[in-house]
Structure formats: structure tokens, C-alpha cells
Nanobody
């Protein structure tokens, strides 16, 4: 099986920074993409940033210029560097990976890590 484990969440003040990390482990042939989603209270889960193999990046409009996604392709890790944090960034952040193995492609999710930004 495949497991994703996130770390790096916490409580910060407006304007500060956090770096989230996620590691994929288990039976992996190829990781087609890794990304970050978030879910705020009373809202649906939404895409924050995603990085496709080959280097293509996509960001939610409200985080462009503040957040940066990156990958370690050897260690099967993805990072989200979050700067200039705002209270509206408060949410549970989930790591996502699209992984190919044995001719199948599946989505996998981490357990989530809480990010809280106070004013």
C-alpha cells in the first residue's frame, strides 16, 4: 500500500511563514503528480497547488506569489512554502499524490495537517 504523511502545520501570525512537507512511501512505480489541497471550516476542499512530472505548476489564484510548491523526486517528497500568510489561509491542508503501480493509477491522500493564521 501507499502512505502519505504530512508535517509542518501549526499556529502562526499574519505575515509569517510555514513550510509543509509530505512524503510518499510504499509500493510506488511512478508518481505522476503531487499537490496540496485545503479545507476551511464550512467550505469544500480546494486545490492549493500541484506539480506535475515535467515541471508544470498550477496554483489557486489567491495564493499566487505567496506559496511555492516543490518536489524532491528522489525522496518522493513534496513541499509547500507558504509566505505572507493571511487569516483566510487557515485550513486543514492535505497532501495528494497520483501514483501509478502495476498498470493502475490511483489518488492517495494524507491525513491532513492544521494551519492556523491569527490576526
Amino acid at each position: 500500500q501507499v502512505q502519505l504523511v504530512e508535517s509542518g502545520g501549526g499556529l502562526v501570525q499574519t505575515g509569517e511563514s510555514l513550510r509543509l512537507s509530505c512524503k510518499a512511501s510504499g509500493s510506488i512505480l511512478r508518481i505522476n503528480s503531487m499537490g496540496w489541497y485545503r479545507q476551511a471550516p464550512g467550505k469544500q476542499r480546494e486545490l492549493v497547488a500541484i506539480l506535475i512530472d515535467g515541471g508544470t505548476e498550477h496554483y489557486k489564484d489567491s495564493v499566487k506569489g505567496r506559496f511555492t510548491i516543490s518536489r524532491d523526486y528522489v525522496k518522493n517528497m513534496v513541499y509547500l512554502q507558504m509566505s505572507s500568510l493571511k487569516p483566510e489561509d487557515t485550513a486543514v491542508y492535505y497532501c495528494n499524490a497520483v501514483i501509478a503501480n502495476g498498470g493502475q493509477v490511483n489518488d492517495y491522500w494524507g491525513q491532513g495537517t492544521q494551519v492556523t493564521v491569527s490576526s
